[in-house]
Every structure is written in C-alpha cells, then in structure tokens.
C-alpha cells in the first residue's frame, strides 16, 4: 500500500496540485467581484470608449446657432482665451438620457459654470420645445444636423459630456448621461480644479 | 428572394426538387415525387411564418446598405476593405460595414467620400483612428500596451511545450526506474516463488 502511494507525486507537489485551482478560483472570483463592483459606481465601463482627444484642443469647426434660442453659435475659435472651464454638452430632443441628465446641466448653469451645447442630429423646432420645456442650460449653442462635427469630436451617441480646461483642452469626457454620482465624484471636483489654477 | 436562397449548382431538376421542399403547397405544379402522407405536414402557418421571417430586417440587412455606393467598382471594393477593418462604436461587434446603425452609416459615408477622393486606406483609418482612438480599430495597433494581446498566443504555445519537455524529462530521470531487480527484489521474489510451489 505505503509503495503505491509513493509512486504518485510528492507529498508537496500533490498540496499544490489541490490548491491551484482553488487559488485560480479565488482569483477569478476576486477580479469578478471588483469588476461587479467598477460596475455599479461606474468607474468601469465594459463598453466605454475612451476618448481620443483627451489632452488635446477640439477640433476645428463653426456650427450654426438654433436661431429660435437667441443664442449665439458655437465654433473652436470660442474656446480661446477663456477665464475658466467649460463644459460641452452634446445632445437631442429624441434622446431619453438627455432629459434624464438635463437637471444636472441647469445646477451647472446655475452655479456659474458656462455649458455650451452641440444640438446633434434634431430639428429645429424639436430642439427648441426641449429648451422651452426643460430649461436652457447653454450659454452657446451650436446645431449640428449632419452630425460631422460630433463625429470630429469623437462623439459615438447622445448624450456625451466633454470638459475643456480655460486653455481650451480637452481633459474629461463621459459618454452617458450624467448622474448625481458623476457630479459629485467627476465633475465638481474637476471643475474646482481647474477654476482654481 | 427564390433566387438568394437556391443552390447555385442547381440544374433544372434540383431546382424543381428544391421548390417542391421549400413550397410544398406548391407541389403539385412540379408532379409529386412523394405521396402526400410521406411529406411533412407543416401548416400553412409556418410557410407563412418562414416568409416573414425572409422578408424581415434582418434578411435585408444581409444584402448591404445601397444608399452610399461608390459607382466604380475598385473604389467600392476598397471603401469595404477599409469598413471591415473599423468598429461600429455603437454596436460594437460589428464592423462600419455589417452595422445599421446611423453613426455607422455616417462612417461608412465618410469613408466612401475620402476613398472617391483619392485617399489611401491607412489615410482613411487615420482618419477615423485620430477621433475614435484604438478602440476603433478591430485589428489593434502593436505596441507596448497591446504587447501581451498579441503574444498571448505564443506565450500560450511556448509554455505548453515547456510543459510538455518538462514531464518528458521527468519521465525519463524517475521513470519505471532501473529494469535490473536490485538484491532485496530477487529476494522478495524467490521467497514469494518458493510459496507459490510449496
């Protein structure tokens, strides 16, 4: 009995060969329950497309103003010599989420930190019922129908949230709407930041 | 829609053949081969059903946007090399090419004006590359942060013939062992051969 248990591996060798798959087990579970959890407060995003222009200036473009709003247009040359951050805001009547964030813009506004938007892909009117029922958050406006400068922008859907630095840099994007978590944790403090410098 | 769905290699009598199966109701214009009772009885309503199910998005989709064509044919051939090479940001297992969604759409268009221009494929994945970054590309760039996603494979080859070396030499130190019976064994053996015969 004792000569066959000795033909098979070392006493030591057989303990690891218990515990690795115990161990790989523990692993998995250990990266599946942080990525669950990157899940739920949002800091991971399976589907998230990071931003190409991170760091950069925004591309070169002119867009038209909704010229029902009053508000004046939008265009790269805008975000020159500013005194601050301002945040970017790409969005359209059809688009759920966009009501959904919109609360969060109007506090933006209210708070005193310009909101530009980028109304993709809409009608006219459409947009300007939206403005009229919800509020305007924007300081400028620039229509976007054709969706060519989104697509300029890296903009993949609405709605798209982008936060240029008073140098006109490109350093926080979100692909999403915005929630309470988002503001708290993302913006605000990005926005505190770069007005303080 | 017949057309799509017949084998190519069809001659007449296939094609009969292949009508009869697929339109049984219709077996009767074509003389019978099998008796009545011999045939699955399906229903009208899964013909019906089958039809709908043909004539549905999808089934369409299958066939290729036409809206943005480039009308000579080399050009057309090259603006599809270079969709399949880009990812639908919106569904994202897709390239700009099988996606139907509108920013794939857009893409595509856009690929479609700057190949009709003159640009060269890698012109035209810069392009989108610059805006969309890597995330874009469904062939991933090489580079230090891709560097395990594209030596996995071989990382994954080198160690199992490391493996596969390393219990062949262990095979053969430990072994069956030495095939000659040591003292102690032939021993063992003549008592255990004594017992036996007495």
């Known amino acids: 009995m004792s000569e066959v248990a000795k033909a098979g591996p070392k006493p030591s060798r057989r303990k690891l060969l218990v515990y690795a798959p115990l ?44 010229e029902s709003s009053g508000l004046p247009a939008l265009a790269s040359t805008d975000f020159r010599g500013m005194p601050g951050p301002v945040v970017v805001n790409f ?53 976007d129908k054709p969706g060519r400068v989104a697509i300029d922008w890296g903009v993949y859907g609405v709605p798209e949230t982008y936060i240029l630095d008073r140098n006109g840099i490109i350093r926080w994007r979100f692909a999403g709407a915005i929630t309470p978590e988002l503001m708290a944790q993302d913006i605000q403090p990005l926005i505190r930041r770069l007005s303080a410098r | ?96 090419e099988d996606s139907d969604a509108p920013l794939a759409r857009d893409l595509r268009r856009i690929v479609r004006e700057q190949v009709e221009l003159g640009a060269s494929n890698e012109l035209v994945i810069r392009f989108v590359h610059e805006r969309y970054g890597d995330f874009v590309l469904l062939r991933p760039p090489f580079r230090w942060s891709t560097l395990l996603l594209w030596a996995t494979p071989a990382l994954a080859l080198l160690g199992g013939i490391f493996a596969i070396w390393r219990s062949r ?17 032939r021993k063992r053996l003549a008592i255990l051969q004594g017992d036996q015969k007495a």
């Open chain 1, 23 to 66: 161990g790989v087990a523990a692993a998995a579970g250990l990266g599946f329950w942080a990525m669950l959890r990157g899940l739920q407060d949002g800091s991971f995003n399976p589907r998230g497309v990071p931003s190409a222009l991170l760091g950069k200036p925004p591309p070169d473009f002119a867009l038209p103003a909704l």
């Open chain 1, 91 to 143: 969005w359209a009547s059809w688009c759920p989420p966009c009501i959904i964030e919109h609360p969060h813009l109007m506090a933006l506004q209210r708070q005193g930190v310009p909101v530009w938007g980028v109304n993709y892909k809409d009608r006219a009117r459409d947009a300007q019922a939206f403005l009229t029922r919800h509020g305007n958050p924007y300081a400028r406006l620039g229509v």
């Open chain 2, 1 to 96: 829609m017949k057309i799509f769905l017949m084998p190519s290699d069809a001659g007449r009598a296939h094609r009969r053949a292949w009508l009869r199966r697929v339109f049984p109701s219709l077996g009767h214009k074509f003389r019978l081969a099998a008796p009545a009772a011999l045939r699955p009885d399906l229903g009208g309503g899964f013909w019906l059903l089958a039809l709908l199910l043909l004539l549905s998005a999808p089934a369409f989709a299958q066939i290729g946007d036409t809206t943005y064509r480039l009308r000579d044919p080399e050009q057309e051939t090259r603006a599809r090399e270079i969709g399949k090479e880009l990812r639908c940001l919106v569904c994202q297992n897709q390239s700009i």
């Open chain 2, 169 to 185: 030499r262990q095979a053969n130190t430990t072994g069956i062992g030495p095939l000659e019976l040591t003292e102690a064994e």
